[in-house]
DNA sequence: GTCTATAACCTGATAGAC
DNA sequence: GTCTATCAGGTTATAGAC
């Protein structure tokens, strides 16, 4: 009742050229991208694009922000839950990545390498700081393990989770798999990753 | 005396291109480089690279041949040894990357994003499946733990190797570390690693 | 708001002098 | 072999009709 027309089951340009424009842009970097492509993508004609957001940079900044956060911004929260335990933790991480990660498969490779492309522009832009400083992950791992730096512990866990996403054409290939089969083995990791880290978590 | 010219002790201009073209090219990648960045960074004019190599296109393909050679070349001989076991073979390729890496650390953000951009022209240039069918490695890795899929394995001793590297920006942010702290965790890594690898290669 | 047409600019590649 | 000058084509962005 409260809606500017009573009848809108479709969604707005604005939403379909947004939507075009993660899918071309994820899949083939800012630099690669043509807003042609994006156009093309959305079914409408490309004076559209500029109508709508300004210019190719400002709309790639929009999407980029909002991948930021969702490859990102699940992650704090996770972490600084008080009453979870480390193990719990880590799970739930693993368990949101191969989840979210096998409807967008893309998005670690897209981020990473756009980030380096224009590290002053999105670099600072992850509050990148309070995960290590503030949140009760980290004082969790300090009190089991003094002896390593938790940067260490957290490069291994997001590699093991993000690494079979990053460098999933040569590892699909050096194993000789299927698409199905590559599945299976992310869904294996679901629990196969928190078994391995917390071997880590022992060892020495 | 065999020299064509006597004196030469300046490398040739063809050589000047190719080592511009290996820079910009790693930093920037095929689509966001422009045949002028390339030309500039050798300190010469634009039109002597298509004089020595055709096209855009030709000179990037010699420059990423040369780099998937460089990112993976290294791997199988490492793998296939009869003599060094398995936890020897995770230590020699831990050490191998690392050492390599550390002078190259665009080198697989570069060669796993130009894969993804045209993976039928580079995929499968590597000889994928013999690392993982014919490889002494995997032999060893069946007979130790016949109860999980070797690439299972690969795939996280090459993520907690490469993913560092990968995700460099966002890892020394997330830490607040300097680029030296950061080398020194690197250099950490090449002893933690095996470590960690050998508890999971015992676990259940 | 949406389209077509076009401006303004950039990029890869080449012609031709030296 | 190396340079300057320039072409041809493509790309972003805008003007203006509807």
Redesign the pocket.
Known sequence: MAKKKPVEADV???EKIKEAARKVFTQKGFAA?????I?EEA?????????????????FDIVMMEKLQQLFGNLYPILDEEITTLERKVEMVVHAYIDMLSSNPDLPLFVLSEIRADPERFGQRIQAGKILRDSYFVKQLRERRPDMHPIQFVMSLMGMTLFPFIGRPVLQAIGSLSAKEYQALMEERRTLIPKWVGAILKVK
């Open positions: 707005s340009t604005e991208t043509r807003t042609r492509d156009a079914g409408l004609n490309l004076a559209l694009l500029n109508y709508y957001f300004r210019s190719k940079q400002a709309l």
